[in-house]
């Protein structure tokens, strides 16, 4: 059964909410989906290029009142 | 090493051997080093990371030194807490990537300290012989 967790990264700076998000990938199961928040306009570009890179699924990447809202799939 | 970054993160076979060298003891340069040297060993990358001269001090057990900022964006790094500290990236690049993190065998000398004196993420005191077999056609970053 997939979950939805979300991680709040508001406020921290790159590489900050990359690294936010690979500790609870790595903790994820496969087709777990996980919501990334994240302030910073660097990582909004960074995040979805990095999930491209080690294959993982990127579902929405999408600005919402001041904050990145960045879905990714565990993949593998 | 490799094969544990592959079945964590799907790998590529766009996977580079990077190698950063670190030798300041400035803030922001040891900021940039361990910026790449996370997002590169989560990316899949094989890091290897080579602290010697100044850089080194920061990693002894039980020190609290801070690097001092060579500039005003130094200052604007201390100033901002959002930004993850350049110790706990290199920590997390050799804990979730598998970065190997070498200290020089000679600063280690010339310090009077073991690689035991160091934080435990830092791998064996290594010579210029071994860390130059071992970079043999990686990409290079001096710091």
Known sequence: MSELKTIDARNTFCPGPLMELITYMKQASVGDTLELLSTDEGSAGDVPEWINKVGHDLISNEKIDGVWHVKVRKAK | MTGHIFTNFGGSVLAQKICIICVSGVREKLQVAAMIASVAAASGDEV????????????????????????????????????????????FAADIGDAKLLPCSMALDLMGIKGTDLDPEFGPPTGLTSFLSDISGSQLFTF
């Open chain 2, 48 to 91: 290897t990371v080579f602290f010697s001269m100044n850089a080194l001090q920061y990693f002894v057990k039980g020190q609290d030194r801070e690097a001092p900022p060579e500039g005003n964006f130094g200052v604007l790094i201390e100033k901002h807490s959002g930004v993850p500290p350049f110790k706990q990236l290199f920590a």
